[in-house]
């Protein structure tokens, strides 16, 4: 780059010459460059560099001389010169600027003189003698020297242009204005020369060439200060003017340059004695003129001499008043400029005064004119100036104005001045008068401006119109209104913020930013109220006034108020901003502007403060209130429906026509009739009565759907705000954090809705990206988008894939504990998956994740996840519940309110084992005792209440040791809290709940009244509408248990001392509102209410009861509900006579009252009925008898089925009161029922139906005795042809088997079943009738029976008889009714069908249970469904079939009961053995699963047999397969059992028979460990110092077999313990590659390569770049490759050929990897070769041969040394495989190698043939023999005559050795070594 280049050339400044620098800098730039302008260029970047350089040194000072030799300003000169010379005449444009500045920046010299003269001649060559205009950026160059010419360089110049300017004026005009006006001299004496050359441009009949040469006499005038010259000026000027010239425009021209004389810099009085003679020529110029804008120039010029001059002239005076009181129209456009001129003489001397007090009233009716004549406005506005200015100090134009009421219509907001188009319409020459009149009423007038708004808008206005100098000279103009008006800036800010409200769609968004921004920070003063800084801030950052993320105008702003920095003003109104920020005004505002203002504006400021957490906290806190997901959340459809109605439209068109009309087909032609009428009559406005009133109601609709229309918006607004500013948060890193655990599950919720899912999608996608960056931040943010959004239809292995990315993600990559925001986005996963249907593995991940961070960030979602664990996961129960403990020890729970609530909202779970769980958390909680919590937690404190009553006494026992612990006890509106819970789906809570509210009434009995009438209002909110029964069945779908936990209330209420007017009250509501409702279940409680009311206040008010009632049975009403109220009132009429004495007539009257109710058709009201005749009458026994006759004859020949059902009720109250036994068998009422069951007619056999159902139901266990005689008539009666009877039956059948006890059913059954063999198909439906009632018997008893029940009902679907076959199914499917396992519930049908046909539905129906994700426990009922499809299907030729079935039975031992599972453990275990034997290896490995499971679930000593069938199947003679599958098993089961089980029973029985004589027992036995590894994990890794010796012997086996398995086991050994157990298997396989087997060696290696490679693959980081010394350490690592490294060079190629292929699968580059382990490796070779038996040695010698070959040179420098040092070993062997290997080493390397290394290697050679022992010689003989073929004979003179020398030694050992080894070295080079040794042996002694 140019910079670059320049900068280098600075540097080159310290070591060279400067010129010598900037001499190569164009040089080598022109080699560059096309052109030599550009290098030029390029130099003057370099000179602005030195410039810059040295200004910066001369203020460091002492620096300068420390940095040495450096470029100095007076060397620019040098510069310059040398380039000026470079460019000659003709610059670049561009090189222009440059030097031009730098000159100008130049003290005054010779030198600098001389370029401005170059200079100079550029300019007139450039610009004024161009042929044409030159470009602006040409003219621009020049102007800094303009400044600093001479008066001689200015008189060269103008001269020029005097020659050229006559013919060029237009091209010249522009350069001369831009010349003049840059000039700083005095320019008198080129006045003259001037305005000659001027003068004619200004009677130029162009008008460009008449403005250009009046706007250059506009900037020489004020320039002039020699009054002379400027006399002969205007002398020059007016001669022209004195002839008047024919031509207007020659005219206008001279005029408007006589009005540039007046800005000349003279004394006033010299511009006052030109003006009179300027006065006159000017009148008569206007009075000649016939155009409007001829004359008006004319007047203009004249406004210009009158504000210079003190006196109006009498001709000037009477021009003005005629010119305004013109009564030709035709000359009114002249107004304005009369106008003007007026207002330009009004300048406060007393004549000109005096002038406008004569011309008052004529400009006030100028000004009256606009309120009839729009177009009067410009003229108005310059009249209202004239008076403004002037009134304050003239009475008689202040009373003028008062008597016109003159402000009255100035301040009037309808009128011209604020109109929108008033600026738009204004003349251009009124524009100049806008800011004086402004100023005039803020100086003068500031009381009547304050409060007109309007004038404020209209101020804005003229800031945001005209052009930029337009704007520009408002901006500068505003910043001087503050010392006129205290709250100008207030008013302007909230000016600001209501043309911001306003609908601003169509303006240019650019320019309203460009001028708002300035503005704001133009009229903002330190004066502005505090209170107005909130409103100013948003407005700041408003998309209208700065863009995103801009904080230029908020800066500005800063500075304005005076505040020393942003931060420091955000500090001081901090409460204040935020507070408004999230107001309705801002971020819920309905206009969407300020939404998007108050997001930029938290953004903003928070990017200002992101450092301060104070600030930061304040900003970012509110978000989580301000996303009121509640309250979205809790729009109904009908809400949310009239929201996405367009305005105008009714959302219900049902609600305004009424109920559904039915549609006829019509003919077009009808249709376009009726069309045509209905528009006729809409238009005459006569419409029919039905139109009318659908009108009305239409308009009263709309009305009302506005206001919600209005409400949802707004919320809908509110909530995409806060969204969008939390995407807008997300920028700014770890902002968030503080409230993302709040944040992260509203957003979840979000994603539910789906006019919030985009939005809401977009927040979250910019959350996850900030927290994990953009790669996995978006798979996170789709990720929770999936679990989240119900709107996307999804695959569920989708789900699945996706939330196992994130947990694995989450468990491995990421550093744990996550920081606080990462976990903030994990967890939704976490609790997703957990919550969710998810493979058990996946959930088990998840869950320990979220444990590890239970402490550490104890949020909301983690509490929750806990719960539902706690509630559904079986599985998790344990961890769940300490989890739960361990966190809440360390809640704060004055700041974690929230988890404190989901934990009080817990205890409400119908599962005791949560509430006692988190009961006991609560308990564990430091602060929540405190009264302050409680005040947070409104609830907390009747729950805990509630808790108290609990049904388990160990929850009861400590709530209520915590509530005593409380500092706050139950408020007395403890109500309002509990009343939700009442419509609890679980009957257990609400009853909880009923009696903590009849608790709280007992502590606050003065709250009785108020509780009254708020549950009543309760009960009346919960009852639907027909409305609400029509358009809102979802809604009120559970609103009956609502209305149930009210009659629970009441019932135990009752308990409660009540006053005599509270149960009237109650009795009230109860008879006018209660007692009609339509639900049988509600309405039976609530009889049981009352009935518990009467018997527990009845004793002291039976008398007023008694009235009451009696009152109620006389009423008579056409309701057909009020029946069910007067059976009530009987029912209660009964508990009223419970307190009557013995013997009174009332209560015989009651009594058959009560019997006479028994017809009713309501079956509630008979049982309550049939209650207290149980209690009633053993106060009248002697009535029994007779009502027993009545009752029997009533259940036997009663008239309908009403009356024998309430007849039988009657029978049963009065056998319990005599006794069963008294009544049935002495009595012979069971003989007449079962007569009964047998008659023709039909009443009498549904009857004794009736009474066996009923006698059950009352009498229980004591009617057991008497089903065995009744057995035959019930499975007589399933089979009756009435259905009536066969109903009876049916409920009789469920009573009874209810009832019953385990022995009871013993007794039965057998009847039952021996009926299915029965050969009258209608007696085996009745069987199986009776089987199937069985489903309704007790659970214990139940799971008793099942096991033989469901058998038998599977054997009758093959039945022939459809009837058969039809019961069977439906039996069945009775059982499938009572299963409480809702995942098993919904699975019934398709169960029952797989039982009915297994090969079409048994697929269907395992796939289904294979997919489910079980989180309940399997009851006994779903057991019996299931089994049988297991068992058929383990059976199955289908191996999916097998195996799922299989997996099945595995799983059923963690989710049933063992007692309920055990009955069917029979044959499954024998069905499981047999799929364990299977030839799929998949399936076998299945079952041996399952094997583990059941013994795991159900303990070994249910399958006594199961081992020693294991053992015996292992060493058999059936197959490979089968010892295989059983070897499975077994190491499934040891697995499953205590560790010692293995110890010290299995584990030497395996190991023995591991060397079995038989070879199908060993292979068998060592099949086990290749199992064992896998299922036992960790737990095994104890064992392997036993196994493995087996194993090994296994590989060296004889057969093949033996030897496959046992490499199998080995192989399992290594991949499961290959990162735990490196200290045992190392040694192992080390040991196993150098075994003398060759197949234990070549096994041996394969294990070292799959144990290297997972050690290398489970390592982090790229393949590339892992050490496998690093990770198993240097000394094993070193030892294995080393070992590895010998045996590629086996002799056998199997052993070598598996060793490179574990070699290449470990190590990328070898010669790196063999010098890194160079040490072990040459010790591992050495030690081969002194070893002289068996293959070491020659392995060795290859191996190093190969290892010199690979490395080449680079390995003889620590090769040859380790040699050397091994030399001296005592060890022979040793010693020979040194020289052994030293042979190999120099036969592998070249002569040039060798070369650098012979001063090591021959005294190592001479050491070795002086061995004492011959075979280290023969080796050391190879040695110097592969020497001598690589260095030649130069070896000779260094290795023979040492060995001759000692051949004559004294020492005959010596002499001997040497003797020897030259023998050896004979031996290999005999024909070099003897020309040598001949002459020594020759030679005389």
């Given at each position: 780059s140019i910079q670059t280049r320049s900068k280098v050339a600075v540097a080159l400044m310290d070591y060279m010459k400067e010129v010598e620098v900037l001499e190569a800098v164009v040089e080598g730039e022109t080699s560059l460059s096309t052109s030599l302008s550009s290098a030029v260029a390029v130099a003057m970047k370099l000179i602005s560099l030195i410039w810059v350089d040295a200004s910066a040194r001369r203020k460091m000072g002492p620096w300068h001389a420390a940095r040495g030799k450096f470029a100095s300003p007076l060397s620019v000169s040098q510069y310059l010169e040398m380039i000026m010379k470079t460019v000659g005449d003709a610059p670049d444009v561009h090189l222009i600027g440059s030097i031009v500045t730098h000159v100008t920046r130049m003290s005054e010299s010779v030198t600098k003189t001389a370029f401005k003269e170059q200079i100079v001649s550029w300019y007139v060559a450039i610009v004024v003698q161009a042929k044409t205009a030159p470009e602006t950026s040409v003219r621009d160059a020049f102007s800094p020297l303009f400044s600093q010419l001479t008066h001689e360089q200015i008189a060269t110049i103008l001269s020029t242009y005097s020659k050229n300017y006559k013919l060029k004026s237009l091209e010249l005009a522009e350069s001369l204005e831009l010349f003049v006006s840059n000039l700083k001299l005095d320019l008198s004496q080129h006045l003259l020369d001037l305005v000659k050359f001027l003068l004619g441009g200004v009677q130029d009949l162009d008008e460009k060439k008449r403005t250009h040469a009046v706007t250059i006499l506009d900037q020489v005038f004020p320039k002039c200060s020699v009054a002379g010259d400027v006399e002969k000026a205007t002398a020059t000027l007016l001669h022209p003017l004195t002839s008047m010239p024919s031509r207007w425009q020659v005219r206008v021209g001279l005029s408007r340059a006589l009005a540039s004389v007046t800005r000349a810099n003279v004394e006033s009085k010299v511009l006052e004695k030109l003006a009179n003679d300027v006065f006159g020529l000017l009148v008569k110029c206007v009075q000649k003129e016939l155009t409007a804008d001829a004359a008006g120039e004319h007047l203009l010029s004249l406004g210009r001499w009158l504000s210079v001059s003190k006196d109006v002239p009498k001709e000037v005076s009477t021009l003005l008043s005629a010119g305004l009181t013109e009564s030709d129209k035709r000359k009114h456009d002249r107004f304005i400029y009369y106008l003007l001129a007026l207002n330009a003489a009004t300048n406060g001397s007393k004549a000109k005064e005096a002038l406008l007090v004569g011309l008052g009233a004529p400009v006030l009716a100028i000004i009256n004119k606009v309120k009839t004549l729009p177009k009067y406005r410009s003229e108005a506005l310059i009249g209202v100036h004239l008076f403004a200015k002037t009134l304050p100090g003239n009475a008689t134009l202040t009373n003028l104005a008062k008597k016109e009421k003159l402000w009255e219509f100035v301040f009037d907001p309808t009128v011209f001045l604020y109109a929108p188009e008033f600026l738009d319409r204004l003349n251009d020459a009124a524009r100049p008068v806008l800011l004086p009149f402004i100023e005039v009423l803020l100086r003068r007038h500031a009381d009547r401006v304050a409060d007109c708004a309007h004038f404020y808008d209209m101020v804005l206005a003229l800031g945001m119109r005209g052009s930029w100098s337009e704007r520009s000279l408002v901006l500068s103009t505003l910043t001087e209104f503050h010392a006129f008006s205290e709250n100008f800036a207030e008013k302007m800010v909230l000016a600001v913020s209501r043309y911001l409200t306003a609908s601003l769609d169509s303006v240019d968004l650019r320019l309203t930013r460009n001028s708002l921004g300035r503005l704001l920070s133009s009229f903002v003063s330190p004066t502005l109220p505090s209170s107005q800084i909130p409103l100013l801030t948003t407005l700041s950052f408003h998309p209208y006034v700065a863009q995103r993320q801009s904080r230029g105008i908020f800066t500005a702003i800063c500075q304005a108020l005076g505040t020393p920095s942003p931060l420091q003003m955000l500090k001081t109104n901090l409460a204040a901003i935020v507070t408004y920020v999230y107001s309705d005004s801002a971020l819920s505002s309905t206009n969407s502007t300020f939404r998007d203002a108050a997001c930029a504006t938290l953004l903003g400021l928070a990017t200002f403060a992101k450092d301060d957490s104070e600030v930061i906290d304040a900003l970012v806190s509110p978000i989580v209130s301000a996303l009121d997901v509640d309250a979205w959340e809790a729009l109904s459809k009908r809400e949310l429906g009239i929201f996405h109605t367009p305005e105008g439209e009714i959302w219900f068109k049902e609600r305004v026509t009424g109920a559904r009309e039915v549609v006829r087909k019509k003919g077009k032609d009808q249709e376009w009739e009726e069309q045509v009428m209905a528009a006729k009559r809409k238009r005459e406005g006569k419409l029919t009565e039905k139109e009318k009133q659908e009108l009305e109601k239409k308009q009263a609709i709309a009305a009302e759907e506005a206001i919600v229309r209005e409400r949802v918006t707004q919320l809908h607004s509110c909530i995409s705000s806060t969204l969008t500013a939390i995407s807008y948060f997300a920028g700014i890193p770890r902002i968030l954090d503080c409230v993302l655990f709040p944040l992260t599950p509203l957003l979840m919720r979000l994603l539910h809705a789906s006019d919030m899912v985009e939005v809401a999608y977009a927040s979250l996608r910019a959350v996850a990206i900030a927290t994990f960056g953009f790669e996995f931040g978006i798979v996170v943010c789709r990720a929770l988008r999936i679990a989240f959004d119900k709107t996307l239809d999804l695959p569920a292995d989708s789900y699945t894939a996706i939330h196992e990315e994130i947990v694995e993600h989450a468990r491995s990559n990421l550093s744990v504990p996550l920081p606080p925001g990462q976990f903030a986005l994990v967890i939704p996963f976490l609790a997703a998956v957990i919550t969710q249907s998810h493979p058990q593995d996946l959930q088990i991940s998840a869950f320990k994740l979220?444990?590890?961070?239970?402490?550490?960030?104890?949020?909301?979602?983690?509490?929750?996840?806990?719960?539902?664990?706690?509630?559904?996961?079986?599985?998790?129960?344990?961890?769940?519940?300490?989890?739960?403990?361990?966190?809440?020890?360390?809640?704060?729970?004055?700041?974690?309110?929230?988890?404190?609530?989901?934990?009080?909202?817990?205890l409400l779970s119908p599962d005791v084992a949560v509430r006692s769980t988190v009961m006991k958390a609560l308990a564990s909680i430091p602060d929540i005792r405190v009264a302050s919590l409680a005040t947070a937690l409104p609830s907390l404190v009747p729950l805990v209440w509630t808790t108290r009553y609990d049904d388990e006494k160990e929850v009861a026992a400590v709530a209520t040791e915590l509530y005593a612990q409380f500092e706050s006890p139950l408020p007395a509106n403890f109500l309002q809290h509990l009343l939700p819970m009442l419509g609890s789906e679980h009957k257990s809570l609400r009853n909880t709940v009923a009696r903590a509210i009849a608790g709280g009434l007992t502590l606050h009995p003065s709250e009785v009244d108020a509780s009254f009438a708020t549950l009543f209002k309760f009960y009346s909110r919960h009852y639907p509408t027909a409305d609400e029964v029509k358009y809102e069945a979802t809604k009120i779908a559970s609103w009956h248990l609502y209305r149930l936990g009210f009659a629970s209330a009441l019932n135990e209420i009752a308990a409660v001392t009540l006053a005599p007017a509270q149960i009237n009250c109650v009795f009230d509501f109860l008879i006018e509102t209660a007692l009609f409702d339509d639900n049988n279940d509600v309405l039976a409680d609530i009889v049981d209410a009352g009935v518990s009311i009467v018997t527990e206040q009845g004793q002291a008010n039976s008398s007023e009861l008694l009235k009451r009632f009696q009152d109620t049975l006389s009423i008579k009403s056409t309701n057909p509900r009020f029946n069910q109220v007067r059976e009530s009132a009987v029912v209660f009429l009964g508990a009223v006579a419970l307190h009557f004495p013995k013997g009174d007539p009332n209560l015989i009257v009651i009594i058959n009252e009560m019997v006479g109710v028994l017809a009713t058709p309501s079956e509630n009201v008979r049982k309550a009925i049939s209650k207290c005749l149980i209690k009633l009458l053993p106060q009248a026994r002697s009535e029994c008898d007779r009502l027993l006759t009545y009752c029997l004859d009533l259940t036997l020949n009663g008239k309908n089925g009403s009356q024998r059902k309430g007849g039988a009720w009657g029978l049963a109250a009065v056998t319990k009161v005599l006794s069963p036994d008294a009544v049935l068998q002495k009595g012979g009422v069971l003989a007449k029922l079962q007569e009964a069951s047998t008659e023709k007619l039909t009443g009498p056999r549904q009857g004794a139906q009736f009474a066996f159902d009923t006698l059950s139901q009352t009498l229980r266990r004591l009617f057991e005795p008497f089903v065995i005689h009744i057995l035959a008539q019930i499975l007589n009666a399933f089979g009756d042809k009435n259905p009536g009877v066969r109903d009876a039956t049916s409920g009789a059948a469920k009573s009874i088997m209810a009832n019953l006890s385990g022995h009871g059913i013993k007794l039965i059954l057998p009847g039952i079943l021996k009926g299915l063999a029965d050969r009258n198909w209608r007696k085996k439906c009745g069987a199986i009738d009776l089987l199937g009632a069985m489903a309704f018997c007790q659970p214990k008893q139940l799971s008793i029976s099942l096991p033989k029940i469901i058998p038998e009902l599977s054997k009758v679907l093959t039945d022939t008889h459809d009837n058969v076959v039809a019961s069977g199914r439906k039996a069945l499917t009775s059982f499938g009714k009572v299963i409480k396992n809702p995942e098993i519930r919904t699975y019934v049908p398709l169960l029952v069908s797989a039982i009915d046909d297994p090969n079409k539905h048994s697929e269907a129906a395992l796939s289904a249970l294979s997919s489910t994700n079980w989180v309940h426990r399997i009851d006994s009922p779903s057991l019996s469904l299931i089994m049988p499809i297991l068992k058929k299907a383990l059976y199955s030729r289908d191996i999916n079939t097998k195996a799922q079935a299989t997996k099945i039975v595995g799983s059923m031992c963690k989710l049933a009961d063992h007692k309920d599972l055990k009955p069917y453990l029979g044959g499954l275990i024998d069905q499981v053995q047999l799929v364990l034997l299977d030839g799929i290896p998949s399936t076998r490995a299945i079952a041996a699963k399952t094997v583990g499971s059941l013994v795991a679930g159900m303990g070994e000593a249910e399958f006594p047999q199961l081992i020693q069938w294991l053992l015996d199947t292992m060493q058999s003679d059936k197959g490979k397969v089968e010892r295989s599958g059983a070897a499975q098993g077994l190491a499934e089961v040891i697995a499953n059992l205590p560790e010692t089980r293995l110890r010290d029973d299995l584990l030497p029985v395996l190991l023995e028979r591991c060397n079995f004589p038989l070879p199908i027992v060993?292979?068998?036995?060592?099949?086990?460990?290749?199992?064992?590894?896998?299922?036992?994990?960790?737990?095994?890794?104890?064992?392997?110092?036993?196994?493995?010796?087996?194993?090994?012997?296994?590989?060296?086996?004889?057969?093949?077999?033996?030897?496959?398995?046992?490499?199998?086991?080995?192989?399992?050994?290594?991949?499961?313990?290959?990162?735990?157990?490196?200290?045992?298997?190392?040694?192992?396989?080390?040991?196993?590659?150098?075994?003398?087997?060759?197949?234990?060696?070549?096994?041996?290696?394969?294990?070292?390569?799959?144990?290297?490679?997972?050690?290398?693959?489970?390592?982090?980081?790229?393949?590339?770049?892992?050490?496998?010394?690093?990770?198993?350490?240097?000394?094993?690592?070193?030892?294995?490759?080393?070992?590895?490294?010998?045996?590629?060079?086996?002799?056998?190629?199997?052993?070598?050929?598996?060793?490179?292929?574990?070699?290449?699968?470990?190590?990328?580059?070898?010669?790196?990897?063999?010098?890194?382990?160079?040490?072990?490796?040459?010790?591992?070779?050495?030690?081969?070769?002194?070893?002289?038996?068996?293959?070491?040695?020659?392995?060795?010698?290859?191996?190093?041969?190969?290892?010199?070959?690979?490395?080449?040179?680079?390995?003889?420098?620590?090769?040859?040394?380790?040699?050397?040092?091994?030399?001296?070993?005592?060890?022979?062997?040793?010693?020979?495989?040194?020289?052994?290997?030293?042979?190999?080493?120099?036969?592998?390397?070249?002569?040039?190698?060798?070369?650098?290394?012979?001063?090591?290697?021959?005294?190592?050679?001479?050491?070795?043939?002086?061995?004492?022992?011959?075979?280290?010689?023969?080796?050391?003989?190879?040695?110097?023999?592969?020497?001598?073929?690589?260095?030649?004979?130069?070896?000779?003179?260094?290795?023979l005559p040492p060995l001759l020398e000692s051949m004559d030694s004294d020492d005959i050992a010596v002499s001997q050795m040497a003797l020897s080894g030259l023998k050896q070295l004979l031996s290999v080079r005999s024909e070099i070594v003897l020309p040598f040794v001949v002459p020594k042996l020759v030679a005389p002694p």
């Open positions: 979220l444990v590890a961070h239970s402490k550490i960030y104890p949020s909301p979602t983690l509490f929750s996840t806990l719960v539902f664990s706690l509630e559904h996961l079986p599985l998790f129960l344990k961890e769940s519940s300490e989890t739960v403990s361990a966190a809440a020890v360390d809640l704060d729970a004055l700041h974690e309110t929230t988890s404190v609530a989901i934990l009080i909202r817990a060993r292979q068998g036995y060592l099949s086990v460990f290749q199992f064992l590894p896998e299922a036992m994990q960790a737990t095994f890794a104890p064992y392997l110092t036993q196994v493995l010796p087996a194993i090994t012997r296994g590989l060296a086996d004889d057969t093949e077999f033996v030897r496959e398995t046992a490499l199998l086991a080995g192989q399992a050994i290594v991949n499961a313990y290959s990162l735990t157990a490196t200290e045992i298997l190392v040694p192992t396989l080390e040991q196993g590659m150098a075994d003398s087997n060759w197949r234990i060696k070549q096994s041996s290696i394969q294990m070292l390569g799959e144990f290297l490679t997972k050690i290398l693959r489970s390592a982090p980081g790229a393949s590339e770049d892992k050490n496998l010394l690093e990770i198993i350490g240097e000394e094993h690592g070193s030892s294995l490759l080393s070992h590895l490294w010998l045996v590629r060079s086996d002799m056998n190629p199997y052993v070598s050929g598996a060793a490179i292929a574990a070699w290449k699968s470990v190590v990328i580059n070898t010669p790196k990897t063999c010098m890194m382990i160079l040490s072990t490796l040459m010790d591992t070779i050495i030690t081969a070769l002194g070893t002289p038996t068996g293959d070491d040695r020659p392995i060795a010698r290859s191996s190093i041969h190969a290892l010199v070959s690979k490395l080449g040179q680079r390995v003889l420098p620590k090769t040859l040394p380790l040699l050397a040092a091994n030399l001296g070993s005592p060890i022979p062997a040793t010693r020979e495989g040194v020289c052994l290997g030293l042979a190999e080493v120099l036969k592998a390397s070249g002569r040039h190698m060798v070369s650098d290394f012979l001063d090591l290697v021959i005294p190592t050679v001479n050491q070795a043939l002086a061995d004492p022992v011959s075979a280290v010689q023969v080796a050391a003989a190879e040695a110097f023999d592969a020497l001598y073929a690589t260095s030649g004979s130069r070896v000779l003179d260094h290795i």
